[in-house]
């Protein structure tokens, strides 16, 4: 079954961009229809989704982050990342992955995340 | 941002059934998700579609969507069952998620 593990720091500077990897085992990234999705989870701001990313390339971004939120996905090596610049404190949270089935049909699994802190 | 107000707690006996809603005018357009997270836990889809289970979730959980309300069903509650539930659907152009229950099985 397929599986997600997030990667990447969990401490960054204020100002600085946060770079995280997803990578995805027990499946290929290839696949129509499904999206590959980044999310975040903070106690002052609860779920939170900040965009998707297709194996073609094509994404679309929650319109909140869209200034500061860049992501690609490389096939070859099955994997999706996300870079998020401009950090502030309000950043700070755990970060997803998940699988993005459609609109009607949940994100299903998720990645275990990992809590990225911004600190100075 | 735009959340799904959901009541922030729900207590319920063993053996009974617990009643979880969630709010919003864009669920009289969309379908509503449901996701399960237990302390230190990723995110588990139980509802999808609005009433959907996924393969392997129990039949004890149910959905439905009316109106501008969705609402979640946990019939012959159990001990494992307690977690926070949070609701999610699709607004026009981002997904939003609910503000979360948590349900303690008393």
């Known amino acids: 079954q397929i599986q997600l593990q997030e990667s990447g720091p969990g401490l960054v500077r204020p100002s600085e961009t946060l770079s995280l990897t997803c990578s995805v085992s027990?499946?290929?990234?290839?696949?129509?229809?499904?999206?590959w999705s980044w999310l975040r989870q903070s106690p002052g701001k609860g779920l939170e989704w900040i965009g998707y990313i297709y194996f073609t390339g094509s994404y679309k971004y929650n319109p909140s982050l869209k200034s500061r939120v860049t992501m690609s996905v490389d096939t070859s090596k099955n994997q999706f990342s996300l870079n998020l610049k401009s950090l502030t404190a309000a950043d700070t949270a755990v970060y997803f992955c998940?699988?993005?089935?459609?609109?009607?049909?949940?994100?299903?699994?998720w990645g275990q995340g990992t809590l990225v802190t911004v600190l100075s | 941002s735009y959340q799904l107000t959901q009541p922030p707690s729900v207590s319920v006996s063993p053996g009974q059934t617990a009643t979880i809603t969630c709010s919003g005018d864009t669920l009289e357009s969309s379908h509503a998700c449901w996701y399960q997270q237990k302390p230190g836990q990723s995110p588990v889809l139980v509802i999808y579609?609005?009433?959907q289970r996924p393969s392997g979730i129990p039949e004890r959980f149910s959905g439905s969507n009316s109106g501008n309300t969705a609402t979640l069903t946990i019939s012959g509650t159990q001990a494992m069952d307690e977690a926070d539930y949070f609701c999610q659907a699709w607004d026009s152009s981002l997904y939003v998620f609910g503000t979360g229950t948590t349900v303690t099985v008393l």
């Open positions: 998940a699988r993005d089935l459609g609109a009607s049909e949940g994100f299903d699994p």
């Open positions: 027990g499946g290929s990234l290839r696949r129509s229809a499904v999206y």
């Open positions: 579609q609005n009433s």
